[in-house]
């Protein structure tokens, strides 16, 4: 299975971005569907809000769908091994 998505970058709310040591970090929220849209989307990726944002009822930003591709190759099927001598 593959996922994929894309995000509208100039939806970013820049003041929840983490400053670490290797780069800069936004939390994310990917949200599946079992029903695909009008449009073929699995889902959605929203900007991640803190607890206390979430409980005060402030969403995070939609920035983009998702998609869900199955693979190709259908999976592996164990086989049934019947064993005769069974005691009962």
């Not at 670490?20 to 699995?42: A, H, I």
């Not at 259908?74 to 091994?81: F, G, N």
């Amino acid at each position: 299975m593959s996922i994929t998505g894309s995000i509208n970058l100039s939806k970013i709310n820049k003041d929840v971005l983490i400053k670490g040591e290797k780069g800069t970090y936004m939390n994310v929220k990917v949200v599946l569907k079992d029903e695909k849209d009008e449009y073929g989307n699995n889902g959605f990726i929203a900007q991640k809000v803190s607890k206390e944002q979430y409980e005060a009822g402030v969403k995070g930003e939609i920035l983009g769908n998702i998609r869900v591709y199955e693979d190709s190759a259908p999976a592996p099927v164990a086989e049934a091994v019947l064993e005769d001598d069974l005691p009962f």
